[in-house]
């Protein structure tokens, strides 16, 4: 059996993890999953749950004794099992926190016994509230106060990059830690607040698109299947032990105009909505204006380039979900 070939993958039901498992199949490597299914779904896997280097776990990362087995049985760790989407964390901020941080530790202390590889699922929240609108991975991590429960997720988040780096130092734990920027493309779930399913749904139902405050906030969208690529690249250089990596697509466009595109693609009668930040998220949220990655580092590391563009992303979204709304 070759080296490396049996790969852990945390989290593997969500929307990223199943499309890094396929991959990760289609090169040959034995996959296992280990999923809570709190917002990771079993439909996501029913294509790879016949194949015989496929296993599925159901299960907590907060189970040790679990993780204990995984980890022992896999050359290569995926950790991306994390509460995800701002509305998730903000209607489950306790469980939100424990997963994010106290998850990430119990990997990296066990992984550390045997100094596996391991590649953390890290976020552009991190940057939080920092005023530029591009981002390096060496820009300030500006967080706002502690009773704005956004910032939880991105606090976390940071912990988890710090832990990672701590293991590496004094351990010398093989460690990669990567901020993904909205990654969006089919089988993405429009129930956790994310802009693009949610637009793609309110659009096919002729629905009202809620645009959230003036609509001028930029973000920047990589397809999830140029992701799982740079992902996997990275896991394979050497040199990406002990670093950060942004991944994602330095491209921005106004949420405005996304809502218009989405709109145009769908043939749909929807108007498109204002609607207030504190209507939509509750008082006192805060977002970021812009955010756009440097992507100046993966590229020089992998050669990592997103080449899936914005159009195309919507257009293969929007047949996924029209696929699937058929099927009901
Ligand atoms: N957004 C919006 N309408 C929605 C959902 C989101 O206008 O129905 C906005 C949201 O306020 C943010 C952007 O779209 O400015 C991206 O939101 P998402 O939750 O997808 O990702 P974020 O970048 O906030 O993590």
């Not at 202390?109 to 509230?129: F, P, R």
């Amino acid at each position: 059996m070759a080296d490396k070939n049996r790969i852990l993958i945390t989290g593997g039901a969500g929307f990223i993890g199943s499309h890094l498992s396929e991959l990760l199949l289609a090169k040959g490597k034995k996959v296992t999953v280990i999923d809570d299914l709190s917002t990771g779904s079993k439909d996501n896997m029913v294509h790879l749950l016949e194949n015989d280097n496929f296993t599925f776990v159901e299960g907590t990362i907060l189970d040790e004794i679990t993780m204990k087995k995984l980890i022992e049985n896999a050359d290569e760790i995926y950790h991306l099992a994390a509460a995800v989407g701002v509305k998730y964390v903000l209607d489950n901020p306790i469980k939100s926190i424990h997963i994010n941080s106290r998850g990430t530790e119990i990997i990296l202390e066990l992984a550390s016994i045997d100094k596996k590889k391991v590649l953390i699922a890290s976020s552009s929240e991190v940057y939080g509230k920092n005023p530029s609108s591009v981002f390096p991975e060496t820009a300030d991590s500006i967080l706002g106060a502690t009773k704005i429960s956004r910032w939880s997720y991105a606090c976390a988040k940071a912990l988890d990059e710090f832990l990672s780096f701590a293991y590496h130092q004094e351990k010398g734990m093989p460690v990669i830690v990567v901020r993904f920027f909205n990654t969006v493309g089919p089988r993405q779930s429009d129930r956790y607040g994310m802009v693009i399913p949610r637009f793609i749904s309110q659009s096919l139902h002729n629905l009202p698109l809620t645009v959230y405050g003036d609509g001028q906030q930029t973000r920047s969208f990589t397809y999830v299947g140029d992701v799982v690529e740079g992902v996997v690249a990275l896991m394979s250089h050497p040199d990406a032990i002990g670093n950060v990596f942004n991944i994602g697509n330095p491209h921005g466009i106004t949420i405005e105009s996304l809502a218009q595109k989405i709109k145009e693609k769908t043939n749909s009668n929807s108007e498109i909505v204002r609607i207030p930040y504190n209507q939509a998220y509750g008082e006192g949220f805060e977002d970021m204006r812009h955010r756009v990655p440097d992507i100046t580092k993966i590229h020089s590391l992998v050669n990592f380039t997103p080449k899936v563009s914005l159009d195309e992303i919507l257009e293969r979204t929007i047949e996924f979900v029209e696929g699937k709304e058929k099927n009901v």
